[in-house]
T-cell receptor, first 115, second 112 residues
Framework: IAGITQAPTSQILAAGRRMTLRCTQD?????MYWYRQDLGLGLRLIHY???????GKGEVPDGYSVSRANTDDFPLTLASAVPSQTSVYFC??????????????FGPGTRLTVL | KQEVTQIPAALSVPEGENLVLNCSFT??????LQWFRQDPGKGLTSLLL?????REQTSGRLNASLDKSSGRSTLYIAASQPGDSATYLC???????????FGTGTQLKVEL
């Protein structure tokens, strides 16, 4: 069982380019999340999805979009990357919030550098 | 807005010591709280999840306590080992969609 996989592992991107970070989970979790981790700021929630077909905004959603076409996949898109989006991005998943299966599990992360 | 503080920011101890990591949060209206460890360059590994109705949760050498009314949680590590060296993060869950708020962590080094 792989758990959560993320791709790519790392990427260097020119400013203004479009980029999609991929996330797939095989735990049949209903909820999925995207966080970014920056030195001194900790992890911050970008977007989340409580179930397939629905998404919501987190603390720092500007410049990012997500979709949730099915249970397993939750891609994060940067439409036009800027240097301030240089960060480590983590995808996470959990059971349905509020039903006693709230523990979140994290993927290995994608290190993104925008030049 | 929930704010999470973890003290100390860094800690270095000799192998075998029992130690306590502290976490405080400003909004006590939480649903649960999760403790993670993060190794350098890696993702987060969930250690313990403690529900708001619980006061303690144990897993092996780890024990997490929660005092929701005072906005505090502690992670107790018994008989520390070099393999425990990592950054430890606490994250209270404010509910409304399982939104975790993270502290900046305690960086632990256990020396031989």
């Amino acid at each position: 069982i792989a758990g959560i996989t993320q791709a790519p592992t790392s990427q260097i991107l020119a400013a203004g380019r479009r980029m999609t970070l991929r996330c797939t989970q095989d735990m049949r979790h209903n909820a999925m999340y995207w966080y970014r981790q920056d030195l001194g700021l900790g992890l911050r929630l970008i977007h989340y999805s409580n179930t397939a077909g629905t998404t919501g905004k987190g603390e720092v959603p500007d410049g990012y979009s997500v979709s949730r076409a099915n249970t397993d996949d939750f891609p994060l898109t940067l439409a036009s990357a800027v240097p301030s989006q240089t960060s480590v991005y983590f995808c996470a998943s959990s059971g349905t919030p509020g039903q006693g299966r709230d523990e979140q599990f994290f993927g290995p992360g994608t290190r993104l550098t925008v030049l | 807005k929930q704010e999470v503080t973890q003290i100390p920011a860094a800690l270095s101890v000799p192998e075998g010591e029992n130690l306590v990591l502290n976490c405080s949060f400003t909004d006590s209206a939480i649903y649960n709280l999760q403790w993670f460890r993060q190794d350098p360059g890696k993702g987060l590994t969930s250690l313990l999840l403690i529900q708001s109705s619980q006061r303690e949760q144990t897993s092996g050498r780890l024990n997490a306590s929660l005092d929701k009314s005072s906005g505090r949680s502690t992670l107790y590590i018994a008989a520390s080992q070099p393999g425990d060296s990592a950054t430890y993060l606490c994250a209270p869950n404010g509910g409304g969609g399982n939104k975790l708020t993270f502290g900046t962590g305690t960086q632990l080094k256990v020396e031989l």
